[in-house]
Structure formats: C-alpha cells, structure tokens
C-alpha cells in the first residue's frame, strides 16, 4: 500500500496556484508473476484569476474537486538472476468526478457558475524497476485515456468557448505520462518505505492540456511483512 501526501505543482497559467491532495494505492501479487492493483485519489484545487489571463470575467476564484477510482492487473518479471531489475506491464480501467465551482466579479455583479463531468479512464503502463540493498529506483511511462461524459454546467456557451471546454463533452483525450520513483526502505522496517516520485506529463492538445509536471512524496506500507517479522 502506498499513501502520497499533498502534492504542488504549477504550470504558470494562472495568478495563484494551490493543490492539496493525496492518493492511497494497493497492489497484490497473485501469483510469481501476476499482481493486481487499485488506487483512489483526490485533488482539491484553488485557482485566482484576472481577466487578462484564462478567465472571461473581471476576477474569479476557481475551486476544483477531482476524485477517482483505478482497478488493474498486470505481469511481473525478474530480468536478471539476482532479482535486482524487474520488467512490468499494467493496465486498467477508472472513473472519476471533477467538479469546478467558478465565483467572482463581473463589472459590478457577482456571478457563479460550475462545471460537473465524470470521465471514464483506461490506462497502459510499461515499466522497469532496479532495486539495491534498501534502493529501488523505477521508471514507467503510462498512457492515460480519458473519456469525458454526463457533463453538466451553467456556463454560456461563450463563456464555454472562452475557456476551452465547449467541446468537451464526449471528448476523448489521450495523456501521455513519464513516471520516476524512487524508495528507500528501512532495513530494521522491512515492512515500511519512503517513496518520491516525480511525473511529467507530453500532452499536446491545444484547448486541453494537462499540467506538465507534479510531485508528490509518501510511505509504502507492507502489512504481510509484519506478520512475517512476528513469527
């Protein structure tokens, strides 16, 4: 099990820029060489902007809630006889709901608005891993599709148009995504590890692109090794 705290990141779109979430994700391996996984994470986002930059009015605060759900399988293998590379391949399927809450000025009238989707999501992720002693260092690039669906606002269609999402709806994105993480593992702990790991996102689409990179630190909890270090 893996748990990440509040993660921060920016891409230099907006004034202010602040992020807190974390994410919780398990894996079983099955057999010598099958492992199936599952993951649920959180994004809570507050964005402030002028009209000079992303937003059709006079000041506008921006709050996102981004939660969704992964399942998948995948297969393992050892590529040398020490065990100290491995070779994996996983892929799965998730859901999610974003919801934006847009407040703020207008000239001298308050407006609201909000945008609600709930996208459906595939993904592909090939990846390496190279472990020494109480180091393991991995890399992955993983391939994120997402199909957005049942997306409900109150925007205008030309304040849609303004910020880019008048043809969301129904749209599929591809996100490509380069992963590197790194753990370190406590030899007298053997069922605990510290984990950084660091993403970055080669999305190139025009209207929607992602943010370029995020980071991102937790522990990894092994409970089977516990009741190993009991007996």
Known sequence: MYISGGSHSGDGSNDTNKVRGADVMGAYAITNHIAVTGSYHYRNERNYYLPYRSSPFDTS?????RRMWELGIGYFASL???????ANIYMGAGSATYNIKDE????SAKYSRYHNSKPFKLYFQPGVNFMTGSVRFGTALRLNILTYKNVMTNYSNEELAYIHLDELNNKTLLFPEFVLTTAYR???YPWIALEGQVSVNFNDDRYYRSRT??????LIFKPFN????KK
Do not use: H, Q
């Open 80 to 86: 040398n006889k020490r065990n100290t590379i491995t």
């Open 226 to 229: 516990i009741l190993n270090s």
């Open 61 to 65: 605060l921006v709050n996102y809630k």
């Open 104 to 107: 703020g000025t207008n000239g």
């Open 186 to 188: 406590f030899p007298k």
């Open 213 to 218: 990179m995020n980071a991102s630190a937790g």
